[in-house]
């Protein structure tokens, strides 16, 4: 691009124009590559670690453990991937398509259960469920049956039970992303096949569902990530995953190389769903072949069939939502103990203040990556910025171990400088410090942010920019007057979308928090795995409640779509 | 000189060429298009004279201050070049008064309103000074843009498809609308666009650009719809009727008559291209020239009617041209008819097709 150069004439004064301000561009790309560089450096370390020869625990893992996180792991995603792909598919085609009643409620309550972390509903149905539980003691007083032996009930802390939990949780992300697809498809396509003599459950086969395939699948995607990312639930129900290996390992065998060992394996099954999602993103480009949209048609339901639409959605709201909020709502209550309550508020304050922290480093951290991306372009740019939100896909437990042997090399190898230079032991800077954590979070979340900042930069057209610039207005003053005020929004969105995933998340919290240092997260973990739910119900309730708040905007996004537009959040999760 | 000048423009994105030593000039109050196929670069060049894409090769010129030559640049907001762009890149965060008035900021506020006001009034939109761009529909959209381009008095306004935005019933009001409007201000206009019927009507003179980003040939409207240089540039402005043959004695016999072709030798192939509009139809008393057709179907399409002819005799017996005559045209009215051409719409070219 810089063919000044190569004209070999004699260097006139150059006026501020564009010719500098494309050198201090060229900051842009230096923190772009620093920031990706940072973002991949634990996943590295990671599968460094694991190739490195030490003592051999490998092939211990692989002829006693492996075998069993595999399968275990494989039938957890299968359970989840199913029980999601059923809910969240007919909950979008009933919500979009079909009229019943409280359809219009139903259009963003379906979305309440994200507001739920797994671990959360774990411990509440555990408590409901259990032997001792309520329901089989109502059970046992109606019948008359008086031990284990006289009758048979699913147990909760299973498998199974770690399938329902996680499905009643994450198929709102299938949800949200099937129904934006089914919103984006044409009317036309829909009566053409009624014209040709297909009916409308024919049709929904055969032409809608195909067409929607590649959301649904980015959608079951996220829900499959989110399940290897899962920690609490699986701890909690004894069901022996890869990540709940990569924590017996690491933190009961003290076995660094086996848990990256562990954590590489399950690295192989992030990449394949990450790979089958980029695909199924690659064929949803050509899946929206017309611009021309029409009102969707709306099925009017009656009778019967009304009824369990509405049944239906009440009932995987109450269960993934109402039930589990109703059960903390009365245990805070009961339970509630202002000596308590002043300690569950010291831990709400960490949350607030590292979840707000790393909102908006990595908020800035976009910004900078998305900038540098658009103002300078190119093949590599792209592919730096798709790999600075690489973390995103990665599970907790995995990041956490990398996070941990990255800083752990970094203080080691500071500490043996500055006692060789100058002998002074720094010690510990990094490792187990809030530092930690926050880098941590930044790692897995920044795709978060990213996508939101990109999105809403997306906006602002190129033309915008020239037009500004052609009325006078300089580089900064542009990004002043136009990208500011048009950004605003999706910046707001960038840190709270980071700032609540921060405050629910629990894997990485627990390996690099600082020595007794609690979040509300971790908080709720120690006590609901004592079997203190209860006291535990208060924190649980604040998660949930900070839960609720992307739920708004999403909700407020999907009241705001129409046919065209579509659910354009969808694809930030 | 006043208006843009630009010089001996060279642009590559990478090996591809976009622009091939492209000069032009546009005085003060004239309006110059660039007319080309989509991606011939003619976008590029307007960018490029507006400072938004970094000059390569050549100069450009403004009321005689370079403002871009290879070791200068002027950015684009010291350029006082207005630029309407094909999506019209208006602020939706700005109220239409706003946007007008975003080029405005060196004034006081008081005269930043007044002249914004001014503007939306010339172009009919002073009540919707305060809504936001999202309401309006496209035309009025386009209006705005316009008038936000030329608040601020540019010195060279630069517009890029200015109307392709437009449905066709739109576009042909809004089209006299905006030249009226330069007319009045009198500003230099270099203008893109794709569209011959478009170019011919707006425009002082015209540029018709390759595929390749060269020039293949400059002047008024009347010149290059009358004396194309070449086939390409002569297909353009509609379609055309073909003769083929071997230049035999120094010419071409056709069934209108002989054509010379001097320059090309016995032997060698010629075309002659005949605009439809070219030949027209009677049944009266024939002329030396008119050649005896037969009609062998008509088609109204409104203000004309494409008929399609063959010739009785002559050379091209038995050949079929197409006509395009004024008004409706009934085939079955008795008596031999006539076709003759417009010589001024008859270009002899030498060659095949390839």
Redesign the interface.
Known sequence: ?T??SS?G????P??????R??GWWDGWTVGALVIAGLAVLPILAVILIAFTPGDDIWSHLASTVLPGYIVTTLELMAGVGAGTLLIGVSAAWLVTMCRFPGRRIFEWAMLLPMAMPAYVIAYVYTDLLEFAGPLQAMLREMFGWSSKRDYWFPEIRSTGGAMAMLTLVLYPYVYLLARAAFLEQSVGVLEASRSLGRGPWRSFFTVALPMARPGIVIGISFALMETLNDFGTVDFFAVNTFTQGIFDVWMNMNNIAGAAQLATVLLLFVAVIVLSERYARRKQRFHNTTSKYQPLPAYRLRGGIALLATGFCTVVVTLGFLLPTFVLLAYARQYFDPVLALEISAHAANSVQLSALAGVIAMLVAIVVAYSVRIKGGPLLRAVGRMAGFGYAVPGAVLAVGVMVTLGQVDNRLDGFMRDSFGISTGLLFSGTIAAVTFGYLVRFLALSLGTVEAGLG?I?P??D??????????LATMY??HL??MRGSVLTAVLLVFVDCMKELPMTIILRPFNFQTLATFVHQYASDEQLGEAALAALSIVAVGILPVIILSLVIARSRPGAGAAMGGDH | MQGLHIHGIHHAYGETAVLENVSLTVPAGELVCLLGPSGCGKTTLLRVAAGLEKLQTGSITIDDTVVAEPGLELPPEERKIGFMFQDYALFPHLTIRENVSFGLFRQSKRAAHERAMEMLHQVGLDHYAEDFPHTLSGGQQQRVALARALAPAPRLLLLDEPFSGLDTNMRARIRDETLNMLKQTNVATLMVTHDPREAMYMSDRIKVMGANGQVLQSGRPVDIYYKPVDEYVARLFGPVNVIQGSVCQGGLETSFGRYPADEIGDGGDMRVLIRLEGVSLHNGAATPGDAPVEVLSAHLLGDSSIVHIRFKEGANQGLEIRARVHGSFDPTESGEVWARVDPRCVFQYAGTPS
């Open positions: 691009m063919l000044q004209q004439a004699a260097p006139r150059r006026r501020n124009g564009v010719g301000s494309w906006k057209t033309s915008m020239g037009a500004s610039r052609n009325l006078g207005r300089g580089a007057r136009v005020p048009l």
